[in-house]
């Protein structure tokens, strides 16, 4: 898989700058602690220009209790390593015992402040209770997952018996903020492990998976990103991938930044855990830091692990390549032309691009099509027929006929058989039967034999549509409950019983992508942890927008509007443009420019 650098994240190195505003600190909006006034919520603050840092300010002499918990919440957004200032809010025993890393949550708009108080005014305990409507949890372990309903939280204030300053001696743990102040201090990275579910006798290199998680933008973010990924991965995709860093391996003691040099190299040095590491695991090692530093600042090329005094290896961009199995960029894009035939034109921007038939049976319009899949070596392809009825597999180097098919539907409708079929980076071959009477997700070992049934016991609802990750690893799949399609997304695990069995397939852990959207009608993974999706929300018209597997939205614009699409396709790299089937035959979206008809055909697709 290539690291496709989606989002904000990875777009250019940040340079954060400190200005002095509003006295000694700048404060986000350049607004000051209110110390008297009615009681409120604190507003998430608007975006703010990304090299700004912003910093609180300390809590006023003789603050009122109002003032105090606006100060603190206010504190929360600032881009203070620490939370330094947000504990000068806090009583002495309170700051030793509240863990901000340990979650954020995230609500539409800042958190509100009802008063509670306990005793009269003159009283020396006061409480609070902070509001707000959910919209998204980030776990100790940089986690998001979408969320929703009712936000409350109690906070007790106490006021020094000597000093008579209020301080909150009770708070919830972790952080509390809008969602706007979210985006501004946090962004979206991939970390990137290895997939260690890999299909029985597949001799494929092991895929590179990005895990995605959000850290603070403007604290340090490179040195976040390695000890995240020195942490392991999240608890949802540790089930299928693996760490080649040995246990306990951390950055050695002292080590507070990491910064690329000007020869865009990344020293990393590390504890004596992984001093006596061979150099094919180190080797792997610099693989999965090269890959998360790129996403993070694109410019880096090299990496070099230290260990001591030690020098244990280094690696360069171009020769990454042979310590993971990547996915090669495609020759072409595939789809079905007005003469059944399974035809492919270059990829890229030509502004007359020309298509010609595949060769073998696909290409000779033998057989009615309704959709295909190519392999992502474009050595063979996968097509339904257009009753949806009957699937096949076929070579796209040479002449072989169409034969028989590897698969069948029974379904009485042909909205109710095959959905279109999807490959992933070991040449397996996944598609979902919607037969009412027998609804299945199949796997088809190398597009052939008989086919698995795919167990996925959190599955509520009929699947409507299939797209497996290159590496394998993971599923997205739209659902179909009642009124409502979902796009889910779901991790893949292999178990091998028995040394000669076939082996068990299971997709755990379902999680939405598109929260607010009730209707998906079409979708592509579109980069290593992001889709393009089509769809609308609640009573509104189609929309076409970035999702990110943990259901947050990229940074950056969507894709430009276009009606009528039917199907989507993207490549894994961000370089090639989005490419549709509408209702006026097959279009194309060039980066930065408006949807463009190609020409005539249907049912467009990248290998995949």
């Given amino acids: ?117 306990l005793g009269g005014r003159e009283g020396d305990d006061l409480s609070f209770t902070l509001t707000g409507t959910r919209v998204a949890n980030v776990d100790e372990q940089q986690a998001y997952s979408p969320a929703d309903g009712p936000y409350d939280a109690p906070v007790h204030l106490t006021r020094d018996k000597k000093t008579k300053q209020w301080r909150i001696d009770r708070l919830p743990q972790g952080i509390v903020m809008g969602k ?162 399974l035809v492919r034109m270059g990829t890229g921007n030509n502004p007359t691009p020309k298509a010609e038939p595949v060769a073998g049976a696909l290409g000779a319009g033998e057989k009615e099509l309704r959709s295909v899949a190519v392999s992502h070596d474009e050595y063979k392809a996968a097509a339904v027929s257009g009753d949806g009825k009957e699937l096949y597999v076929a070579s796209l180097v040479s002449g072989d006929s169409l034969g028989t098919p590897v698969l069948t539907s029974h379904a009485k409708s042909d909205k109710d058989r095959l959905t279109a079929p999807s490959w992933d980076v070991y040449g397996d071959l996944w598609v979902a039967d919607r037969d009412p009477g027998n609804p299945r997700l199949l796997l088809l070992e190398q597009g052939r034999g008989e086919p698995l049934a795919v167990k996925i016991p959190e599955l509520n609802g009929r699947i409507k549509d299939v797209r497996v990750a290159a590496d394998g690893v993971r599923i997205a799949l739209v659902v179909a409950k009642g009124s409502t399609k979902s796009l889910l997304i779901g991790r893949i695990e292999r178990r091998q019983e028995a040394a000669e069995g076939r082996p068990t397939v299971s997709v755990l852990g379902l999680h939405t992508a598109t929260p607010e959207l009730q209707d998906v009608t079409a979708m592509s993974w579109a980069g290593d942890s992001r889709l393009v999706v089509v769809g609308r929300e609640q009573g509104g018209l189609q929309t076409m927008r970035y999702a990110q597997v943990d259901g947050s939205t990229p940074e950056g614009p969507a894709p430009a509007a276009l009606s009528g699409i039917k199907e989507i396709t993207a490549a894994e790299s961000d370089r090639l443009p989005l490419v549709a089937g509408s209702e006026d035959g097959i279009v194309r979206l060039p980066s930065g420019g408006q949807w463009q008809k190609v020409t005539d055909g249907v049912a467009p697709v990248y290998p995949g």
């Fill in 180 to 341: 706007s102040d979210f985006q501004r201090n946090y962004m979206s990275v991939n970390k990137y492990y290895f997939a260690s579910n890999a299909a029985a006798g597949s001799t494929t290199q092991p895929a590179a998976v990005a895990d995605p998680v959000y850290i603070r933008r403007r604290v340090d973010p490179m040195t976040q990103m390695v000890r995240s990924l020195l942490n392991g991965p999240t608890n949802w995709l540790d089930h299928v991938v693996r760490t080649s860093f040995p246990t306990g391996t951390a950055l050695k003691d002292g080590v507070t930044a990491l910064t690329p040099d000007d020869q865009n190299t990344l020293t990393v040095p590390l504890n004596e855990r992984a001093r006596r590491v061979g150099q094919g695991q180190c080797n792997e090692m610099a693989a999965q830091l090269l890959f998360t530093a790129q996403n993070l600042t694109p410019a880096v090329d090299q990496v070099e692990l230290q260990s001591g005094n030690s020098r244990l290896c280094s690696l360069r961009e171009a020769d990454a390549a042979t310590v993971r199995g990547s996915v090669q960029q495609p020759g072409y894009l595939y789809f079905i032309d007005g003469k059944n035939r």
């Fill in 1 to 117: 898989m290539g690291a496709d650098r989606e989002g904000g994240a990875g777009r250019r190195p940040l340079r954060a700058a400190t200005y002095a505003a509003c006295g000694a600190v700048l404060l986000a909006g350049c607004a000051s602690m209110p110390d008297s006034g009615d009681l409120s919520g604190v507003d998430s603050t608007p975006r703010q220009d990304t090299q700004v840092r912003v910093f609180a300010m300390p809590p006023q002499e003789d603050a009122q209790p109002s003032d105090i918990v606006s100060g603190f919440l206010e504190a929360l957004t600032s881009d203070d390593p620490n939370y330094s200032t947000a504990r000068q809010y806090l009583t002495k025993t309170a700051s030793q015992t509240w863990k901000p890393g340990q979650s954020s949550t995230v609500l539409a708009n800042g958190p509100g402040i009802d008063p509670n108080r």
